[in-house]
């Protein structure tokens, strides 16, 4: 016998309730407090897992850590500052939760080239840029110093010039490009003595930038006997160092006689460093007395050698600027055009 269709109306759609989905729960929008969390800061990046120091009541420890679900494509970067729950002890085999990134301070960032829109964030919260250089063996090459210093004052980050080897050749060859700027230096050579370096990085958190086989290795040995760093050498052939350092780490400085403890962060050698994120604009609100003699400047001026009616080419003409400052500064916006890969 045939079974007789039934007929739904619209009192039936409107109490039909449908099934919920098999492990799902209703959303909320309340969020965990972690009022409980931990502080810490990220001393290295491996793969997704962040080694992180953990200050408390009993004492710091070296904690392993993930990031928490919530956090999403958020980045986590050495010396983030970061609140942690879960298993802090620092005991081998525990792994905590990064659960939110405090806001940083500082920024350095890069981009792979100069066309490339993606910035990547290098380190956070650090206070000072060291440019390490070689005055020989390698060659030093300025197209990087110059980025780097554009990076910095980018940043707000205080830069330092690190020229090492002064045994192979005179530093005065280097630091005559560079003195106009006000850019502070320390020269160092291998087993030489490291106390003026140590009284700039007394206080400090320093990133240590510059290309393979210019001695940051070296440096960071010399300075934090137990770091391990493996030092490399030069290619007799390019003229360039080979990779040692992999990924970036943080190491602490113990307080001496030139000054309070402070942090340095060691790099992997780089072969390029774009500046695409940069804006000129920014760039020379680093020079305070410059940027004064450029209120008067067209709009979209860029400051540059070939801009007419500039304030700093006005501003040298009246005898009120240092034509080699203004044409050191100049060089730094011209190292935000020099390819990248060319460093």
């Not at 989905?21 to 897992?49: C, F, I, Q, W």
């Not at 390698?138 to 090492?164: F, H, K, Q, S």
């Not at 190491?251 to 006689?257: E, G, N």
């Amino acid at each position: 016998m045939a079974r007789s269709a039934r007929r739904y109306s619209t009192e039936d759609v409107e109490h039909y309730d449908r099934p919920r989905r098999r492990g799902t729960r209703p959303r909320t929008k309340e969020r965990p407090t972690y009022d409980d969390a931990h502080s810490g800061v990220v001393l290295t990046v491996d793969r997704g897992r962040y080694t992180l120091l953990i200050d408390s009541p009993g004492g710091s420890a070296t904690v392993m850590a993930m990031k928490a679900r919530p956090l999403g494509r958020k980045g986590v970067v050495v010396g983030d500052r970061v609140k942690v729950v879960g298993d802090v002890s620092g005991s081998e085999g525990t792994l905590a939760r990064i659960v939110e990134v405090e806001p940083r301070s500082t920024v350095l960032r890069r981009t792979a080239d100069d066309d490339d829109p993606v910035e990547r964030v290098i380190v956070a919260n650090a206070t000072q840029l060291v440019v390490v250089t070689a005055l020989a063996d390698p060659e030093p090459r300025t197209g990087l110093i110059d980025r780097a210093l554009v990076a910095a004052y980018d940043a707000g980050m205080a830069p330092l010039l690190c020229l090492t080897k002064a045994d192979l050749r005179d530093p005065e060859s280097l630091l005559v490009t560079y003195r106009s700027l006000g850019v502070p230096w320390v020269v160092t050579q291998k087993g030489g003595d490291l106390s003026e370096l140590r009284g700039r990085l007394a206080g400090q958190t320093s990133v240590l930038l510059g290309h393979s086989g210019v001695g940051k290795s070296t440096l960071v040995n010399a300075l934090v006997p137990d770091a391990g760093r493996e030092v490399g050498h030069v290619n007799a052939v390019t003229g360039r160092g080979r990779h040692t350092s992999t990924s970036a780490l943080m190491l602490p400085l113990a307080s001496s006689a030139e000054g309070p403890a402070g942090r340095i962060i060691d790099t992997p050698g780089i072969r390029s460093f774009g500046l695409a994120h940069v804006d000129p604009e920014h760039l020379i609100e680093a020079f305070p007395d410059l940027d004064e003699m450029t209120e008067d400047c067209p709009r979209g001026c860029t400051h540059g050698a070939d801009e007419p009616e500039c304030g700093l080419d006005e501003a040298v003409a009246r005898g009120e600027a240092d034509p080699e400052r203004v044409a050191s500064f100049r060089r730094l916006l011209e190292a935000r055009s020099v390819p990248a890969y060319l460093l």
